[in-house]
T-cell receptor, first 116, second 111 residues
Framework: GAGVSQSPSNKVTEKGKDVELRCDPI?????LYWYRQSLGQGLEFLIY????????KSGLPSDRFSAERTGGSVSTLTIQRTQQEDSAVYLC??????????????FGPGTRLTVL | GENVEQHPSTLSVQEGDSAVIKCTYS??????FPWYKQELGKGPQLIID???NVGEKKDQRIAVTLNKTAKHFSLHITETQPEDSAVYFC??????????WGAGTKLIIKP
């Protein structure tokens, strides 16, 4: 079946503009994660959704970042008033169930965001 | 909370030789340890994982070992090939059941 898909694959924007990044998880996966990866760096956790529960937003770096997940499937990560330091690859991952039960996360190809 | 350290940050080995990447973790309650491979321009992909009730797991040229007492686990790649060149990440599932990630190891296979 299809894996995790993300769009757009690349996004170039000007400082101060808002951007929306989209993630389509694997069908049937109830858990969805957003990560940020700066050039040559590791994965920085941003936010986690599990079913209809309130999301874990503990990784969001500022109130300019928000995310939602509609109908327990597609998720959108929104960055308002983008700054140059927001430039990074934004990765989405999904897993079959909550972390307690399921370990494997399946990643999408990422969206490369460049803020000029 | 959990802290995962990964070494080395860069590893260069001759094609055909073995490569070993090591990670340590701090939360003794952690019970799941996956390894991911990230090729250029792609998202990380799970290559092997191990649970705390097992000491070693193998899958063809890849193996992972876990030492719970010392709180470290390692990835072993034998008979390395050019396609093994990538960045490898380790992770540990902490007591809150979230994955805590290592910083990554860039593996370079020299022809």
């Amino acid at each position: 079946g299809a894996g995790v898909s993300q769009s757009p694959s690349n996004k170039v924007t000007e400082k101060g503009k808002d951007v929306e990044l989209r993630c389509d998880p694997i069908s049937g996966h109830t858990a969805l994660y957003w990560y940020r990866q700066s050039l040559g760096q590791g994965l920085e956790f941003l936010i986690y959704f599990q079913g209809n529960s309130a999301p874990d937003k503990s990784g969001l770096p500022s109130d300019r970042f928000s995310a939602e997940r509609t109908g327990g499937s597609v998720s959108t990560l929104t960055i308002q008033r983008t700054q140059q330091e927001d430039s990074a690859v934004y990765l989405c991952a999904s897993s079959l169930g909550p972390p307690l039960l399921a370990g494997s996360q399946y990643f999408g190809p990422g969206t490369r965001l460049t803020v000029l | 909370g959990e802290n995962v350290e990964q070494h080395p940050s860069t590893l260069s080995v001759q094609e055909g030789d073995s490569a070993v990447i090591k990670c340590t973790y701090s939360d003794s309650a952690s019970n799941y340890f996956p390894w991911y491979k990230q090729e250029l321009g792609k998202g990380p992909q799970l290559i092997i994982d191990i649970r705390s009730n097992v000491g070693e797991k193998k899958d063809q040229r890849i193996a992972v070992t876990l030492n719970k007492t010392a709180k470290h686990f390692s990835l072993h790649i034998t008979e390395t090939q050019p396609e093994d060149s990538a960045v490898y990440f380790c992770a540990a599932k902490d007591s809150n059941y979230q994955l805590i990630w290592g910083a990554g190891t860039k593996l370079i296979i020299k022809p």
